[in-house]
């Protein structure tokens, strides 16, 4: 099994669609490494797995930990450790934290959210070979979670140029949250690097989800969701069986005893 490269995903734009997913613990890490190209250790761990209010609440400690291990059970898979907020407010404390964060973790590349305002933040880190996504559209870390963006010209143009703005500081991927579909097809077909939608339609590079929503695991399904599975049915009728077994008695039988 080889591994994903930058180079692997950069040569997929415009040939294959980019498969990427978020994973937080080593059970849903060794599942998506037999399908993603990209892992995605997301800060909505924050909201998704400890029930925070907003990913702003999510310490980089909190992540280092979850990506270590997610990254120790990824075998092929490029993992990506989302830099949570408030660690990149500068190019040095950006240096500093990412190096730490790649040390810890081991993980390949890190995300950040924000447009051209973080050029020179990307320059420095990819200058000092330090792999970068990038995030833009919908920013959950400083904006209403599912706000549509791009309905308005001057928005259009902002995100754009955005877009452009960190393909040129050496990003090698972006993450488009939350615009209208004509909008994501202009910026994938006007830089070079893989756009990877999250509610940004099917003219992306590659498509994002937040793994729980995809299996029914989390209590949000916004429109963008495509929801595959009803985990949490599941887990809850085994649940309520088990309950069900000890209070009759019927758990644990001889097959679960040990004898001598
Ligand atoms: O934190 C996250 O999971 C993300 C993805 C949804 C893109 O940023």
Excluded: W
Excluded at 58 to 65: A, G, N, P, Q
Excluded at 192 to 210: E, M, R
Excluded at 211 to 219: C, E, R
């Amino acid at each position: 099994m080889s591994r994903i490269t930058i180079k692997k995903i950069l040569n997929k734009k415009g040939k294959k669609p980019i498969t990427c997913l978020t994973a937080y613990s080593k059970p849903i890490t060794k599942i998506l490494d037999k399908y993603c190209d990209i892992i995605l250790v997301g800060d909505s761990l924050g909201m998704v797995l400890y029930g925070m209010k907003t990913t702003k609440e999510v310490k980089m400690e909190t992540m280092i930990l979850h990506a270590k291990f997610v990254k120790q059970h990824a075998k092929k898979s490029l993992v990506v450790f989302d830099m949570p907020y408030k660690t990149y407010k500068n190019k040095n404390e950006a240096y500093k934290n990412a190096k730490k964060i790649i040390k810890e973790t081991k993980c390949d590349a890190i995300k950040l959210e924000g447009g051209k305002k973080l050029t020179y933040i990307i320059k420095h880190l990819t200058k000092n070979k330090i792999p970068v996504m990038g995030h833009i559209g919908l920013l959950p870390q400083s904006s209403n979670r599912y706000k549509l963006k791009g309905k308005i010209p001057s928005q259009r143009k902002q995100i754009l140029k955005d877009a452009i703005a960190l393909s040129q500081s050496g990003a090698f991927a972006i993450v488009i949250e939350c615009v209208i579909e004509s909008l994501a097809k202009i910026i994938t077909s006007s830089i070079p690097i893989p756009t990877i939608g999250i509610g940004a339609s099917k003219y992306c590079d590659g498509q994002i989800l937040v793994t729980d929503d995809v299996i029914g695991l989390s209590d949000i399904k916004p429109k963008f969701v495509k929801q595959y599975s009803k985990v949490g049915k599941i887990i809850e009728k085994s649940v309520k069986k088990y309950c069900e077994d000890v209070k009759r008695r019927r758990f644990p039988t001889y097959q679960n005893v040990y004898k001598s």
